[in-house]
């Protein structure tokens, strides 16, 4: 309960807040959080691959669970193969978005770009994102909707109403988030919001909240994917 606790209201927290404080008291912190390959880059990239092999080890756990409850009471269990398709499709995202964040491994190994693909690359990284808005703010975009509405909105929304029963709730209950993905659906919500009221009044920011809050949403999605699965 204590390490569930951690996960769901600490940690989100924490990627929210110890930016900010880093940036006000430290000289160098902008060179760490926003060189490539830094401090917020590596915490993103370790979320999604735990959030990967949480996800894979349910797939396994879940299938060895349900073979043994067909076997025991031979009747069939409700959205089994939807469940299989989700976690496939969950994993997926996982490696898509882990791949993205280290360039499929160029920050790790260090290789050199392609010319070709540095012609077309903002950053002259062997990644998808940097190559088109379609590839790096539309999925940003539609994620961020998905969580605000799947992970803010919806559990206030569900939360005092009476258990509903039949086949469209319980599916419901299966795949939207639950009351716990709130602290960091809200995290991911209000980590632009003091950079669009800087920018809608025109004025400078302070040195202390520019902490390039991109690649900090960024993170915070990463911990949204985790807490959920």
């Known amino acids: 309960m204590i390490i569930r606790n951690v996960i769901y209201f600490v940690l989100p927290t924490c990627l929210l807040l110890l930016p900010y404080i880093f940036f006000a008291l430290f000289d160098g912190a902008p060179f760490y959080f926003?060189?490539?390959s830094g401090a917020v880059e590596n915490i993103t990239a370790g979320i999604l691959a735990l959030a990967l092999l949480l996800t894979t080890s349910m797939f396994f756990q879940y299938?060895?669970?349900t073979e043994l409850l067909i076997q025991d009471s031979n009747s069939a269990i409700p959205f089994r193969r939807f469940t299989f398709g989700w976690l496939i499709v969950y994993g997926l995202g996982c490696i898509y978005f882990l791949g993205e964040e280290i360039s499929w491994g160029q920050h790790l190994?260090?290789?050199?770009?392609?010319?070709?693909?540095?012609?077309?690359?903002d950053q002259q990284e062997t990644n998808l994102h940097n190559t088109s808005a379609l590839f790096d703010q539309v999925p940003r975009f539609l994620l961020t909707l998905g969580i605000v509405i799947g992970g803010l909105v919806y559990p206030f929304f569900v939360r005092n109403k009476p258990l509903a029963t039949g086949s469209f709730s319980s599916f419901l209950a299966l795949i939207m988030p639950s009351f716990h993905c709130v602290t960091s659906a809200t995290s991911v919500l209000f980590i632009t919001v003091h950079d669009k009221i800087y920018s809608l009044l025109q004025i400078d920011m302070p040195a202390f909240l520019q902490i390039n809050d991109g690649e900090v949403k960024e993170s915070l999605i990463a911990m949204f994917i985790l807490v959920y699965i």
Request: glycine content about 0%; aromatic content about 16%.
């Open 34 to 36: 926003n060189k490539e």
């Open 63 to 65: 299938r060895k669970k």
């Open 109 to 121: 190994f260090d290789w050199s770009t392609p010319d070709a693909w540095v012609a077309v690359n």
